[in-house]
């Protein structure tokens, strides 16, 4: 997880605990003025708590009845608060997961993070890098339906048993990450096929799986490596340390001479020795990929051995025909 989305998603939980205890006060002030009665009561539970705390401080004391004296107390002020039109819970303790009670943690003595601190978490990491604003594009909405299923004369697959393929063996690698047969993967052709579709499905799973994840665009990237080098800086942590890095839309950016491709395959060539994931997504088709940024960044990317090559052909489907 990271630690900066962490720390924002556990702050706003104190915000909620604090903004849950003016609530609970605002509640009990609001019971004293205008329901005396009831007050008396709660009044009376606390006093209840308290004296047999002190006489168990003093030494051995009997407190046998006491489960039940406070549980009577309890249901006269849920029954008076019901009779008042008030809910039952009124004076309950205020919190919005039934789990963690706000405190973001279960467990004892670990304190693991609660469901709802994750989603919190993973929320914001959605923002990060871009995810966060739309409808999530996940697998499950993946709809085949758009690809045309026709075959081309000659063809043994239509496009949408091309895309179904394809899109298991995309699933697939997300959810054995980091145990995934290969380490990256290449998903290349024209655009409106699906591919960054495809990146974004990936994308979600990782996040749902506690994999820290980070897409980017490669006109981003390279802007963001340009400026490392020309201030002699190293790449940005981020690119180096992300446990799956994905770039979309690689060939899109402008080439600098002796610039952007040192860069790009020194990223690369680091992010392989630190055994990190890196998916691409590019509108060149191999050839066209080798012409671009020569051989050498070409064989960290096409070798089988490391990588999954994914070509996607057909038809653009954002086209009507
Ligand atoms: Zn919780």
Same mark, same amino acid.
């Given at each position: 997880?990271?630690?900066?989305?962490?720390?924002?998603?556990?702050?706003?939980?104190?915000?909620?605990?604090?903004?849950?205890?003016?609530?609970?006060?605002?509640?009990?002030?609001?019971?004293?003025?205008?329901?005396?009665?009831?007050?008396?009561?709660?009044?009376?539970?606390?006093?209840?708590?308290?004296?047999?705390?002190?006489?168990?401080?003093?030494?051995?004391?009997?407190?046998?009845?006491?489960?039940?004296?406070?549980?009577?107390?309890?249901?006269?002020?849920?029954?008076?608060?019901?009779?008042?039109?008030?809910?039952?819970?009124?004076?309950?303790?205020?919190?919005?997961?039934?789990?963690?009670?706000?405190?973001?943690?279960?467990?004892?003595?670990?304190?693991?993070?609660?469901?709802?601190?994750?989603?919190?978490?993973?929320?914001?990491?959605?923002?990060?890098?871009?995810?966060?604003?739309?409808?999530?594009?996940?697998?499950?909405?993946?709809?085949?339906?758009?690809?045309?299923?026709?075959?081309?004369?000659?063809?043994?697959?239509?496009?949408?048993?091309?895309?179904?393929?394809?899109?298991?063996?995309?699933?697939?690698?997300?959810?054995?990450?980091?145990?995934?047969?290969?380490?990256?993967?290449?998903?290349?052709?024209?655009?409106?096929?699906?591919?960054?579709?495809? $990146?974004?499905?990936?994308?979600? &799973?990782?996040? *749902? @799986?506690?994999?820290?994840? +980070?897409?980017? #665009?490669?006109?981003? %990237? /390279?802007?963001?490596?340009?400026?490392?080098?020309?201030?002699?800086?190293?790449?940005?942590?981020?690119?180096?340390?992300?446990?799956?890095?994905?770039?979309?839309?690689?060939?899109?950016?402008?080439?600098?001479?002796?610039?952007?491709?040192?860069?790009?395959?020194?990223?690369?060539?680091?992010?392989?020795?630190?055994?990190?994931?890196?998916?691409?997504?590019?509108?060149?088709? $191999?050839?066209?990929?080798?012409? &671009?940024?020569? *051989? @050498?960044?070409?064989?960290? +990317?096409?070798? #089988?051995?490391?990588? %999954? /090559?994914?070509?996607?052909?057909?038809?653009?489907?954002?086209?009507?025909?």
């Amino acid at each position: 997880m990271r630690e900066d989305l962490l720390n924002e998603a556990e702050s706003e939980l104190a915000l909620l605990r604090a903004r849950n205890e003016r609530e609970e006060f605002r509640r009990r002030e609001q019971i004293a003025r205008e329901q005396p009665e009831i007050y008396a009561l709660v009044q009376e539970r606390e006093a209840l708590i308290f004296d047999t705390l002190r006489k168990f401080l003093k030494g051995p004391a009997e407190s046998k009845d006491l489960p039940q004296k406070m549980d009577m107390l309890s249901a006269a002020i849920r029954d008076k608060l019901q009779k008042k039109g008030f809910p039952a819970d009124y004076l309950a303790p205020v919190y919005r997961c039934p789990i963690c009670q706000d405190t973001g943690r279960v467990g004892d003595p670990v304190r693991e993070p609660c469901v709802c601190l994750k989603k919190a978490y993973q929320q914001k990491l959605r923002e990060k890098i871009g995810l966060g604003n739309q409808q999530p594009e996940t697998f499950e909405r993946f709809d085949l339906s758009i690809f045309p299923n026709e075959k081309a004369p000659g063809q043994i697959f239509s496009q949408r048993d091309l895309m179904t393929v394809i899109r298991d063996d995309c699933k697939a690698w997300a959810d054995s990450y980091p145990k995934q047969q290969s380490r990256d993967i290449l998903l290349s052709g024209k655009s409106g096929l699906g591919k960054t579709f495809l $990146l974004h499905a990936m994308a979600e &799973r990782l996040i *749902e @799986r506690d994999v820290n994840v +980070l897409i980017i #665009s490669a006109y981003m %990237m /390279l802007d963001l490596l340009r400026r490392s080098y020309f201030d002699h800086e190293e790449s940005p942590s981020d690119l180096l340390d992300t446990d799956v890095l994905m770039i979309d839309d690689l060939g899109s950016e402008p080439l600098i001479q002796n610039v952007t491709i040192e860069q790009l395959f020194n990223l690369l060539n680091e992010r392989q020795n630190r055994g990190r994931s890196t998916v691409i997504s590019t509108n060149l088709n $191999l050839v066209e990929f080798r012409q &671009r940024y020569t *051989e @050498r960044v070409a064989s960290r +990317l096409t070798d #089988s051995r490391n990588c %999954m /090559l994914i070509a996607l052909t057909g038809k653009d489907i954002r086209k009507k025909t």
